[in-house]
């Protein structure tokens, strides 16, 4: 779940010559099908907009609504939160307005809506400011996500409108998501980084890139128990829940931050399984409601030529390709009833996301993927 | 739709019969849907006057020399009025101000042809087009003044009497008179103006200290500072334009507020150009040989937009609204937006109480379920307003913020009035007679309406009217079009974004047909300029000379080719 702009350019400078290798490595293993993007997805279209970009839409559980993150309101540069109604095209403001946000998420069975936002800090006005004077500067930079360690996740209660605060640990807590059952929110942390004294090679690490400390942790609903599932160097997010809430899937960087792949494991971190294998960048993986497989972003075609793919639920076979268009294609979430696709991309022109969504052909998916080779071991 | 786009109605040009019958019909709808009158008028129709077409009315020029004979040339092989020269006659010295370009100081490049000169009551000779050796930045300047209409107004404003061009013996089209243009004026730009023949040329600079082909050579480095030189001829030209003046109508009325009407802007507008091209002969058909002279349909361009505001009238009076919807079907916008300029200029209702105008454009040949609205950048409201609608409407929609665009929105953007175009897009029939009925979606077509109608709605109901954003006109297309004086066959896709030109066809055996590029390719790459979109397609041209191979880099299937493109002449 984590914004794809982040993504590019964390790891755009670093990742650049080792990537090309590998992408030699993996050009002959471009599949040969004759399959197009027309067999998945029709009736596709641009949902947002308004405003300067926005990306990262998660459906609410009776497939009405879309929560989704959006630069589009004067004076504040930054991401904030909105719930857009599918049926009356109404969006309407989640988050307070203030500081940075992403990563918004339905909690199943009641009216929450959790978030992650640093507007609870006392600089936002002023980080607000600055980068409004940048832009307007004309300079451009390759936006950053600066993994802003007063990144908290919170709730959002629509009927009372009241938030309710569920992280407080120093570090980047975001890219949350609830389980079926509403009951438990799985998450991505940096607080590594910042709890216990680092090495000074560690400490070099956190100046450069504090994702390298991510990990994946698991809470209940209002924010208590919270515990760590992942134990590897590297940067570990995008968690999302299994349709029947008994796996999480999410992506792994390596230590490195030039290769990610898809992973998934029980809830108490065990049995973790390693699905995708391209040598790329394969990321924000989420799990059809059939639980019958994954779709998934990848840059095995070329750098910043992010793709969506799918991959069966286990792994066993070659990963197929979704979209066959120019731009980046990434963040993909299919709607409840399985039928619909939400996804995050710049295929309407420009470097900036929007959502956009299209009918989904769970047969053809299921029938492509009963087709795939099994998977080659690449490396 | 299928009515307007019949044989029966001729190919609607303006002025013609088939128009009037188009304008009938279009009327009759109108009343069967409850469409009223404008406050203050009898019916539904709203005439103006137009140029048709002009031709020379018999151009004389005498050149007599000091030492007394005088040769004097009529016809239209050595001399020809410009379209835009007042009906004179003029008697004086001639002298020749090279290229007569001046550049305004702003553009950071010193170039005034007059800098030395008086031309004060004399007969301005010049050149036409631009230095043709200078370097591609300064020439890309310089092509923007280039136009014959502005080195006129140059030599108006520096007290000249009259200006005749010639075409250089090292230009494209060298020595031929410059072919009497469309131009829908409807009176003379203030001086006499004409182009002559190389023999013309010969004779005026007979006796002088250097020849034209030499003088041309110095002026075509580009260096300013080559001096005007005295011609020692006087010159008695007599300049006559005829320029044939017809009536054409556009069809306006109004669904009246059926509330107390919103104080703030109380109009809505909502029109389409219903005129198209009769049977082509009037310049911008594209028909090939074999069709050429035949009926141009206009299915699409713009039957479908008609059909379209005549539905949305349809549609919009089962509402209530809060402000006056006015319904607009223009005539001549083919021959250069005459219908809805003329609305502007003469308005019915004051331009400052019309809350936006909604244009329809060619919106029936939907594919892939993609649509196009354009002029989003004249006003912040449109990208709530658009993603709103489109959530039930449901089209892949590409949303552009330039208003600068050649149909009727554009006279409105003009008038500092908030705008939207729709469109679906050119295609291979664009302008000929092929653009027929069958070929349009009209299932898509009734959702472009559906999709438009809660817009306007929307717009109707809202407290406020939508403040207007004047967008700025991308820095180099200034005089774009004049300055080109090649042709290289590419026709651009408008409709779909891409990184770069993406072709939505060539013309048959046109320069891009010759070098294989054909429909879907994207040009990314032209004579070493990088192209990321129209603009700096148009920039790129600039800099092209006519039958000079240069460099193409396109894609095909996302896969990068080059070939070598040959440039022609434009004329």
Redesign the interface.
Known sequence: MLLFTAMFTVHAVRALPALAGVLLATATLVSQAPLQERDFLS?????????RRAGEGYWSSDGRRLVFQSE?EPGNPFYQIYA????????VRISPGMGKTTCAFFRPGSDEILFASTHHDPKSKQYQQEEIDFRASGKERRYAWDYDPEMEIYSYAEKTRAYARLTSARGYDAEASYSPDGQWVAFSSMRDAYNRSLSIAEQKQLEVDPSYFGEIYLMRADGSGQRRLTNVIGYDGGPFFSPDGTRIVWRRFDEAGLIANVWTMKLDGTDQRQITDFGSMSWAPYIHPSGRYIIFASNKLGFENFELFMVDIDGRKEPVRVTYT?GFDGLPVPSPDGTQLAWTATR???SQGQIF?AQWNHEKALAALAAAPEKARSR | MTTLASDRFDGRQAGSSGERLAGDYIDAELRRIGVLPLPGRPDLFMPFEFTAGSRDGGSIMSVTRIAGSTTTFRGAKDIQALSFSDDAEVTAPAVFAGYGLVVPESQGVGYDSYAALDVTDKVVVVLRYFPEDAEPRLRSILARYADLRYKALAARQRGARALVVVTGPRSPNSGQVVPMTFDTALAGSGIAAASVSDDVAAALFAGAATTLSATQQDLDSGNPHVAGIALTSTVTIKTSVVRERQTARNVIGYLPATTQAAEDKPWVVVGAHYDHLGHGDQGTSLASKDDAGQIHHGADDNASGTAAVIALAEALAEYPRRRNVLIALWSAEEIGLVGSSAFVNTPPVPVNQIAAYLNFDMVGRMS??KLVVQAAGTSPVW??A???????A??????QPDPYLPTDSASFNQAEIVSLNFTTGSHADYHKPSDTADKISFEDLDRVVEFAAAIVRATADAEQAPPFTKVDQPASRGGSIAGVRVTTGTIPDYAT???GLLLGGVIGGGPADQAGLMKGDIIVEIAGQSIANIYDYTYALELLKVNQPVKVVYTRM?VRRETALTPGARR
């Open positions: 009736r596709v279209r641009r949902l947002t907009i308004e405003g589009r857009l109604d599918l049926a009356s095209g109404d969006a120019e309407a022109g420009g969504l | 892939d379920n990208g709530r658009l993603e709103r609608a489109n959530v039930a449901g089209f892949d929609l590409t949303v974004e891409a990184k996302g």
